[in-house]
């Protein structure tokens, strides 16, 4: 996806945070990812690496926390959570389904210093 | 990946002058407007938007005690805040944008001059992006409509912030279509919203049936499919059923239309389909000022 874009809106986010709160240094930073967020995890971790440099955040470490994703089934008419956005509906094995849940990208949290 | 999206050099028409601006600084220079992003922004011929990076940093002064900061906050955070401004000066104009995506080579900007022409004299500008040249926008100037170009450099999508300033540039009437080209791409563009009412998304009968199913993303974020260039079906064995199949295997709400831009099929109800949708937002606008004014 845009995993360069992505890490350019987390260093802003760290730099507000450190006007905000008073920080010099993060040491650890957490993402929430939905499954259906279309993020490369390998390219953002590499992106963050080379975005964070000269911010709060170079060196930090990166954790990325996997969130499901969900759809609702046209057949059956059910949410359903689903590995893949392409799967079947688990529960009937219809093939109609629209993502409900799982486009997450967000900062859950920071450690700071 | 996309090596640097959403951060190249980008350019927008216009302006002779260009400046620089970094993080978290006041800056002087002749726009009203405030800066999230860093890089900068160049406005060439036509009002033409061009942005760019710049490494850019701040030193914070501060306290140090390791402590946990609870954050929550969206990673497109700052997008969206642009997006909701451009939504909000839209609907206070009751006018109708529509984002237009596809893979490059879809027949955007034809079925876009198509569609201008079959339009007459309703009031309508267009926002093109592309990483380089303004080719685009120069087609559609042709056909008499105003147009923006926004050169976005390496970057592989507009965001709302560019709109932004291409919105600037536009003198809109009330009641406006505002079509904005996005960059050819079916990955990233489905990501930022750019504060318009849906997005279309055009896909090429040339292009192969599975391609909703390898891109499933930008076609669940899309309103409405144009399957263009009908008129190539029978030459390179296009199924167009299995196409709708695949649009509606991800995404069952999605509506298809089939055109084509160059023989002009279809292009009636896909003009019908825009003065409908434009013509319920401008109703809502003028109900909601009635209502503030009572």
């Known amino acids: 996806m845009h995993e360069m874009s992505l890490a ?10 450190a006007r905000a709160h008073a920080f010099d240094r993060v040491s650890r930073l957490r993402l929430e990812i939905g499954r259906f967020a279309g993020v490369e995890k390998d390219a953002l971790a590499f992106a963050f690496d080379v975005v964070m440099r000269g911010s709060p955040a170079e060196g930090a470490v990166l954790e990325m926390i996997d969130l499901p994703g969900s759809a609702l089934c046209y057949d059956c008419l059910k949410t359903v959570e689903l590995n893949d956005r392409l799967d079947p ?19 859950k949290d920071m450690e700071v210093a | ?25 006041d800056h002087d220079h002749g726009h009203d407007h405030s800066h999230d992003h860093h890089g900068h922004h160049h406005h060439g011929a036509h009002g033409d938007l061009h942005f ?43 006018a109708y944008a529509v984002n237009l995506v596809s893979s490059p080579g879809s027949g955007k900007t034809t079925l876009l001059c198509a569609t ?51 919105l600037d540039h536009l003198d809109l009437a009330p009641e406006s ?29 040339t292009e192969g049936e599975d391609k909703p199913l390898k891109y499933p993303d930008m076609f669940t974020a899309a309103r409405l499919a144009i399957l263009n260039k009908t008129d190539l079906a029978p030459y390179c064995d296009a199924d ?22 160059r023989t ?14 434009a013509g319920i937002k401008a109703l809502r606008a003028k109900s909601a000022q009635t209502q503030a004014a009572e």
């Not at chain 2, 990946?1 to 978290?24: A, F, K, L, P, Q």
């Not at chain 2, 946990?68 to 104009?93: M, S, Y």
């Not at chain 2, 059923?241 to 055109?259: F, K, S």
């Open chain 2, 264 to 277: 002009g099929e279809g292009l009636d109800i896909w003009i019908a389909w825009l003065r409908a949708q």
């Open chain 1, 8 to 17: 350019e809106g987390i260093r802003s986010i760290v730099e507000d945070q």
């Open chain 2, 116 to 166: 201008i022409r079959a339009l007459g004299d309703t009031p309508l500008a267009v926002i093109e992006g592309d990483q380089q040249t303004a080719n685009d926008a120069d087609r559609i100037r042709a056909t008499g409509a105003p147009a923006i170009q926004i050169n976005t450099g390496k970057g592989c999508h507009l965001d709302g912030h560019m709109v932004g300033h291409a």
């Open chain 2, 177 to 205: 279509l505002v079509f904005i080209e996005n960059v050819g791409n079916l990955v990233c563009p489905a990501g930022f919203d750019l504060g318009e009412d849906c997005k279309v998304a055009i896909l090429s009968v």
């Open chain 2, 1 to 25: 990946m996309c090596t640097v999206c959403g951060c190249g050099d980008t350019t927008v028409e216009g302006h002779s002058h260009g400046h620089e601006h970094g993080h978290g600084h």
């Open chain 2, 52 to 94: 760019g990076t710049g490494p850019a940093g701040v030193s914070v002064g501060g306290m140090s005690q390791e402590r946990l900061i609870q954050v929550e906050t969206d990673i497109l955070a700052k997008n969206d805040a642009h997006a909701r401004t451009n939504r909000a000066r839209l609907a206070g104009l009751g």
């Open chain 1, 89 to 107: 509906c688990p529960l009937c094995g219809g093939g109609r389904l629209l993502p409900q849940g799982g486009d997450e990208m967000r900062i």
């Open chain 2, 240 to 261: 167009l059923d299995a196409y709708e199949a695949n649009l509606r295997r991800v995404n069952p709400a999605i509506e298809v239309l089939r055109v084509s831009a």
